[in-house]
């Protein structure tokens, strides 16, 4: 089976690409050749290459100029509509995070509060809707320190613990996967780990909240390449470092149904995966305490 994320972002490129070759078309029909075209923009050649061929996402206002230039104004809003569902699917973070860490906190709130099901699978750390305030603090962290954008953490941290008021709408059912990995990996100072692996020992008794784990020892049938969220049947996001897909086409929608069915028949649940965690809980503590020593 091919990696899974590649099918998502195939998806994105060839979205870029066919808007690129709509625009290439409408400067056909004008007559103009890139270097006219450009110059009529005022544009560096190269910025044309790179839009018609899918290598640059065009703007708002690049596609308004474009096909003003191209004397194509008709054909404006259409495109436009095309840019904003690439915009939809590939949602770079440092524009979406432009504005700080809390606006994008209440964008996904947005999203939860309209999802009744929620299918989560997480290789390499805790979700954001089962982590504890110091836990997620950590993980702001590391945006600010690797996008270098704003500083907002604290304002983050409060919006993503109002986001888990949607765990006790009896109405909302949600099902997690963790990895033995993500319960031991060093994201965090270990006694904000051992708060985090507590929190996640009490959230396996939540009437609607299915919490498995996969052990170390266990056989894959699909191996854990990356994390993601299905949302009802609506949408699958995936994050990458640079960017956040929103996978909705049917097939990518199937392909991760069938996907997270097979990691989530290979998990352990209620006492077992309580046992798991425990294990992990002691484990630290004592390596806690040596280091102490």
């Known amino acids: 089976m091919p990696h899974s994320k590649a099918t998502g972002i195939a998806t994105v490129h060839d979205a870029r690409q066919a808007l690129g070759t709509r625009l290439r078309e409408l400067r056909h029909q004008a007559g103009l050749n890139g270097k006219q075209f450009a ?12 839009i018609e061929n899918g290598k640059q996402t065009p703007t708002a206002e690049d596609i308004t100029a474009w096909t003003s230039a191209a004397g194509a104004e008709p054909e404006a809003e259409g495109l436009l509509a095309s840019l904003r569902t690439l915009e939809i699917q590939y949602a770079e973070w440092q524009r979406q995070l432009r504005g700080g860490l809390k606006p994008h906190q209440n964008e996904i709130a947005e999203i939860n509060a309209r999802t009744r099901f929620f299918r989560v699978f997480e290789p390499t750390n805790v979700p954001g809707l089962l982590q504890t305030a110091e836990y997620a603090r950590a993980r702001f962290a590391q945006s600010v320190t690797v996008l270098g954008v704003r500083n907002d ?15 006790y709408r009896p109405e909302k059912r949600f099902h997690f996967v963790l990895t033995e990995a993500a319960l031991r ?17 009490s959230m396996t008794s939540m009437p609607n909240v299915k919490l498995g784990v996969i052990e170390f020892d266990t056989t894959y049938v699909v ?14 996001m995936v994050e990458t470092f640079s960017a ?5 086409q049917p097939h990518e929608i199937d392909l991760y ?31 806690t305490a040596d280091n102490s020593a």
């Open 223 to 236: 191996a854990p390449a990356h994390g993601f969220w299905m949302l009802d049947e609506d949408r699958v």
């Open 185 to 201: 990996y060093r994201l965090c100072p270990p006694e904000v780990m051992l708060g985090q692996l507590d929190r996640l020992v």
């Open 153 to 167: 953490i604290d304002d983050a941290v409060q919006a993503r613990m109002r986001r888990q008021d949607v765990l």
């Open 257 to 287: 149904g069938t996907i997270f069915d097979s990691l989530a028949a290979i998990a352990s649940y209620g006492r077992s995966a309580r046992s798991t965690i425990t294990n992990v809980i002691d484990h630290l503590a004592r390596k």
């Open 39 to 50: 110059e009529s923009l005022a544009w560096q050649a190269s910025k044309v290459s790179k």
């Open 244 to 248: 956040e897909l929103n996978l909705a």
